[in-house]
């Protein structure tokens, strides 16, 4: 099984709202990662989180937070977004972070922002 | 120079035909390479991974591996219209777990 699983599928928030992303995986993988992929472009990496530490941060605006709470779970935190911000956020997860391990994704939350 | 590039397409082939996709990477230190297939709206699904040299072969799926060239391929035999989507190469930076895509080619099989 290599089902990561992203909630929720779509979101509309405003300018001033507060929301959270989740994703969660059963693999008993001890890194994953959040991913910004914008329309016709590839997914640029955000975050990775390594046995649940943060280990790469792509100098992401602190108005995205990450939280790794347990080796399962990844919840990206949202708040104060621009309208630019609107994309795709993808999870994914891998074994660990050792050269060549491969990396299976989620399906995505798809986020508006008004 | 970009870290992954990929013929940016679209290409378009007739069903049955072989698709050949292409990508080309600068980091000489690269030891794994990934393809990844993306339908229209969906995530990334992973098609093939290679690590070494010469060619890797699953079902319809070939991926070639040439180091010293520093490309890396993916034949696509009997080409179906259900393989219509985009194909992302990606590798690893500096063997570290950033994971760079390549732009993407936007493959359309046309029945």
């Known amino acids: 099984d290599t089902e990561v699983t992203q909630t929720p599928k779509h979101l509309v928030m405003g300018m001033t709202n507060k929301k959270s992303l989740k994703c969660e995986q059963h693999?008993?993988?001890?890194?994953m990662y959040w991913y910004k992929q914008k329309a016709k472009k590839p997914p640029e990496l955000m975050f990775v989180y390594s046995y649940e530490k943060l280990s790469i941060n792509e100098s992401v605006p602190s108005r995205f937070s990450p939280e790794c709470p347990n080796s399962s779970l990844l919840n990206l935190h949202l708040h104060a977004l621009q309208p630019e911000d609107s994309a795709l956020y993808l999870c994914?997860?891998?074994?660990?972070?050792?050269?060549?391990?491969?990396?299976?994704f989620g399906p995505g939350t798809r986020l508006t922002v008004l | 120079q970009k870290e992954v590039e990929q013929n940016s397409g679209p290409l378009s082939v007739p069903e049955g035909a072989i698709a050949s996709l292409n990508c080309t990477y600068s980091?000489?230190?690269?030891?794994?390479f990934f393809w990844y297939r993306q339908y229209s709206g969906k995530s990334p699904e992973l098609i093939m991974s290679i690590y070494s040299n010469g060619d890797k072969e699953d079902g319809r799926f070939t991926a070639q591996l040439n180091k010293a060239s520093q490309y890396v391929s993916l034949l696509i035999r009997d080409s179906q219209p259900s393989d219509s989507a985009t194909y992302l190469c990606a590798v690893p930076v500096g063997g570290s777990e950033k994971l760079v895509f390549g732009k993407g080619t936007k493959l359309t099989v046309n029945p």
């Open positions: 994914a997860s891998s074994q660990d972070t050792g050269t060549g391990r491969t990396q299976y």
């Open positions: 980091d000489r230190g690269s030891q794994s």
């Open positions: 693999m008993g993988h001890r890194a």
